[in-house]
C-alpha cells in the first residue's frame, strides 16, 4: 500500500507534532524502511523543544553519530526560557484564579486587561506570557497544560494579534491529548473564525489576500481529519464541511487527495442519516440530502479525474456509481479493503468501511437488476457462497427491500415498484404548472412595484415642477416690491 500512501502530502499541512503521529502509525505497519522513518521523525521533531524526543530519533536514524551541538544547547534555553515564563504566567495565573476577580471578569469581558492592569498591576508584558509560555509547552510536549494557558489567555484578551494562533494552538493541543469533544468544540471556533474574515479593499494594498484565506481553510480540512475520525459524529460532520461549497472549492483547488477521506466518510454514513447532510454555506445552513451529497461527490470526481492519483476508495466510488462496472468496482473494493486497514485515519473504521461498500455494491446491483444471481453478488462482494446466503438475507432485512429469495435456484427476485408514466406525466406537469404560477406572481409583483415607483417618481417630478414656479414667482415678486 505504499504506492497509495498520503503521508508526505498531509505533513505540508499539519504541524509538526501531529506529522509525528502520521509516521509513528507507518513506522507500525512496516511499509517503509524504519531507519528512513526515524530520519523523517528527527527532521520534524527539530523544529519543536522535546529535545529528548529529537535525540531518540537521532540514535534511530544516525546510529554511532555524535549528537549535534544545536541539541544541547536547545535544551538549556528551552529550560532557562521555561523557568522564566512560568514565573510570569503563574503570577497572572494565581490573580484570575482568585474567585473575586474570576466573578469580577465574568461581568464584563471587555474591559479585562485595564481592569487587572489597575486593580492587581498587571502589566501587558506578564499578561502576554500567558501566550509565549503556553506555546512553550505546547512546543515541549505538554499539551493538556499548554492548553489551560492558552485558554486564559484567550479569555482575557480575546481581540489580540495572537487570537488565530490561540486557536490554532487549542485545537492541537485537544487533538493530541485525545479530548475529541474540546477538540470538535475548538474546530468549530477556528472555522467560524476563517470564515468571518473578510479581504479589505483596495485588496492590493491589504495584509490579508483572498489566497491566505483559502489557504487556512486548506489547513483546517487537514488538521480536521484527526478530530472527524474519532469524534463519534465526526464523519456525518466531516461530510458537512467538505461539501460546503467554500471548503469544497478549496478541496478542488488545492489539495483533491483528500477526496478519499470525503469518499470513505460518505460511505460510512450515507445510511446513518436518512435526513440528510446540514450544509453550510454563507452563514445558512441547508439540507443535502444522501442522494444529492452522492451526486455532488460523483461529479466532483469526474471534475477531477484529470488529476487524480491511483486510489482503490475514490476508484471504486467512481467505478460503481460513474461507470457502472463492477468487475471493476470489484476489483477496486478488494484493494480499498486492504488500503482501510492501513491508512492511518480510514483504519478506525475498516471494518465498517468495507461491510458499507458491500451495501453499496447491493444496492446498485439490485436498483438495475430484476433476478440476481446469488452466488454472482457474492462474488462481486468478495463473498464465498455461504456468506452470499447470509448477506443477502441480512441486506434484505435490514433495507426492507420488496424481494423474495428462491433458495433452491439461489437468486433474489425484486419487485420493483416502478412509477405508472401517466402518473409521472401528470407530477411534472403540475409541477411545470405550479412553478409558471409562481413566476406569473412574482412578473405581477415586479410589475406593480415598477408602476409604484414609476408613479411616485412622475409625482416627484411635479413637486419639483410647482416649486419651481413657485420660486419664479417670488423672484418677479421681489422687483415689484423694492420699486414700491
Not at 509525528?20 to 520534524?44: N, P
Not at 483547488?253 to 445510511?271: E, G, I, K
Amino acid at each position: 500500500m505504499a504506492e497509495y500512501d498520503l503521508t508526505q502530502k498531509l505533513l505540508a499541512y499539519v504541524d509538526p507534532q501531529l506529522g509525528l503521529g502520521l509516521l509513528s502509525h507507518l513506522s507500525t505497519k512496516g511499509v517503509f524502511d524504519a531507519r528512513d522513518l526515524a530520519k523523517a521523525q528527527y527532521e520534524l521533531a527539530k523544529h519543536t523543544s522535546m529535545v529528548d524526543v529529537s535525540l531518540q530519533f537521532h540514535q534511530q536514524a544516525y546510529p554511532g553519530e555524535p549528537v549535534p551541538e544545536a541539541l544541547n544547547q536547545l535544551k538549556s534555553q528551552v529550560d532557562e526560557r521555561r523557568q522564566k515564563l512560568e514565573k510570569e504566567a503563574d503570577q497572572v495565573v494565581s490573580i484570575v484564579k482568585d474567585p473575586s476577580v474570576a466573578n469580577a471578569l465574568k461581568q464584563d469581558k471587555t474591559p479585562n486587561l485595564e481592569w487587572l492592569q489597575q486593580n492587581h498591576n498587571l502589566s501587558a508584558d506578564q499578561i502576554q506570557a500567558l501566550y509565549q509560555y503556553g506555546r512553550l509547552l505546547f512546543s515541549c510536549g505538554n499539551y493538556s497544560k499548554a492548553a489551560s494557558y492558552l485558554y486564559h489567555y484567550r479569555e482575557l484578551v480575546p481581540d489580540s494579534s495572537y487570537s488565530e494562533s490561540v486557536l490554532w494552538g487549542q485545537l492541537a493541543c485537544h487533538i493530541l491529548s485525545n479530548e475529541w469533544e474540546r477538540a470538535l468544540e475548538a474546530l468549530v471556533a477556528l472555522r467560524e473564525h476563517i470564515d468571518s474574515l473578510r479581504v479589505p479593499a483596495p485588496a492590493k494594498d491589504a495584509a490579508l489576500t483572498h489566497e491566505d484565506i483559502l489557504q487556512k481553510r486548506v489547513w483546517l480540512l487537514h488538521w480536521s481529519l484527526f478530530v472527524f475520525f474519532h469524534h463519534a459524529a465526526g464523519r456525518v460532520k466531516l461530510v458537512e464541511l467538505y461539501l460546503s461549497p467554500n471548503y469544497l472549492n478549496a478541496m478542488q483547488m488545492s489539495c483533491w487527495w483528500l477526496l478519499r477521506y470525503l469518499v470513505a466518510a460518505l460511505v460510512l454514513t450515507r445510511r446513518a442519516t436518512p435526513r440528510g447532510y446540514m450544509v453550510e454555506s454563507n452563514g445558512t445552513s441547508n439540507k443535502l440530502s444522501t442522494q444529492a451529497a452522492l451526486r455532488e461527490v460523483t461529479k466532483v470526481i469526474q471534475m477531477e479525474a484529470y488529476r487524480l492519483q491511483p486510489d482503490p476508495v475514490v476508484d471504486f466510488f467512481r467505478l460503481l456509481y460513474v461507470e457502472l462496472d463492477f468487475e471493476g468496482a470489484q476489483a477496486e473494493l478488494a484493494k480499498a479493503t486492504e488500503l482501510a486497514h492501513s491508512d492511518v485515519f480510514v483504519q478506525l473504521h475498516a471494518d465498517a468501511f468495507v461491510e458499507q461498500a458491500r451495501f453499496l455494491v447491493s444496492e446498485v446491483y439490485c436498483r438495475i437488476h430484476q433476478k440476481i444471481d446469488i452466488a454472482d453478488l457474492a462474488t462481486r462482494l468478495n463473498l464465498s457462497r455461504e456468506e452470499g446466503n447470509k448477506w443477502v438475507e441480512k441486506l434484505v432485512a435490514e433495507t426492507k427491500a420488496d424481494a423474495q429469495i428462491n433458495v433452491q435456484e439461489g437468486v433474489v427476485l425484486m419487485n420493483q415498484n416502478r412509477p405508472v408514466v401517466y402518473q409521472s406525466v401528470i407530477d411534472k406537469t403540475r409541477g411545470v404548472a405550479l412553478r409558471t404560477s409562481a413566476l406569473a406572481q412574482a412578473i405581477e409583483r415586479r410589475v406593480g412595484d415598477t408602476q409604484r415607483l414609476d408613479r411616485k417618481a412622475g409625482d416627484d417630478v411635479e413637486q419639483e415642477d410647482v416649486d419651481v414656479d413657485a420660486e419664479e414667482e417670488d423672484m418677479e415678486a421681489e422687483p415689484e416690491a423694492e420699486t414700491a
